[in-house]
């Protein structure tokens, strides 16, 4: 039987400082931030989670639930509601993708609650069967607009990128964009690329959202909102991955790996392939530490993402036999 060791913190290794432009403001004791956006517009993190919500004549809608931010959703909704003398009932939630960490809080709100989404987030959403996220009942396919208590919500479908089924809601009287799990102003993309499951449609999601028109950022991570320029600095970060995994599979070689490795074809492909991207992630870590916070931390298992998409869903470097 084993037990697990207490870690000493000192033993941990060292990242490089968080820059202050990547944080957000402070929380109150209840542990969320809540702010206007812009007029009727507000947004509530917890530091590492956002949502956000938009009062309206007609009730409250609200846009995705992090179960880490939980009942302080309707804290914020209440607190913005008494002291602007509006409602605090949520009629509607709008789901911006399936996921349990930005959708998982959604059942604390009524069943009479009108939940929308795209299409395949319902049908995800049934096969998951998860009762903390209800399946939204009103699906579109590619674009719907909302009029909700004369405010106005575009919702789009581009494709797939971090998932199946994650969409654009933009706020275009609010100019606003809300896009979950692309950009994290301020840092860098957590493990593999924000754990995107398509990354030549995550790659492309950015351009995608800059298209419209908008001036405020909602990504749904982290401690503060977003600008144009997180999101572009984001795409130069990617542009950077992608240029230098090139490189590195254009110059690393593979022989002296299956050289030592013989049989053991696997341990042969992860020592070269950890190699190219060690290569392709050195100069991208050089280049954004202390521009974007955690570059240090991620960009490996980033890189690593991106030159596999490189190579399977580009077909670069791929050789035919003779």
Known sequence: MSTSATVDPAALPDYAPVPRSALGPALNEQGYYVGRVERNLYWITDGTYQSAFLTTSDGVVVLDAPPTIGNNIQRAIDEIASANGV??????????????????ASS?????????????????????????????EETFEDRRTLEIGGER???????????????????????????????NPGWA??????????????????????????????????????TRDDVTLHQQYMADISESSRNAVDTVDPTPYFVKYGEN?????????????????????????????????????TTFWVMESIRLDLGYGSQVHP
């Open 87 to 104: 409602s605090n009932k949520v009629t509607h939630l709008i789901y911006s993708h399936h996921h349990a960490d930005h959708a998982g």
């Open 108 to 136: 604390l709100f009524d069943k009479n609650v009108t939940r929308i989404g795209h299409k395949e987030t319902r049908k995800l959403l049934l096969r998951d069967d998860d009762p903390a996220r209800p399946p939204n």
């Open 153 to 183: 919500i575009d919702l789009a479908f581009h494709g797939a990128n971090h998932s199946p089924d994650n969409i654009i809601i933009h706020l275009p009287d609010h100019d606003t964009m809300m896009l979950i799990d692309i950009v």
């Open 189 to 226: 993309p957590v493990y593999v690329a924000n754990l995107t499951e398509d990354i030549p449609g995550y790659i492309e999601a950015p351009a995608n959202a800059l298209a419209y028109s908008w001036k405020h950022f909602i990504g749904g991570h982290l401690g503060r909102l977003g």
């Open 265 to 301: 074809t696997w341990a042969a492909l992860k020592g070269y392939l950890d190699e190219v991207t060690r290569v392709a992630a050195a100069p991208v870590i050089e280049k954004y530490t202390g521009v974007l916070a955690a570059a240090d931390v991620y960009t490996e298992s």
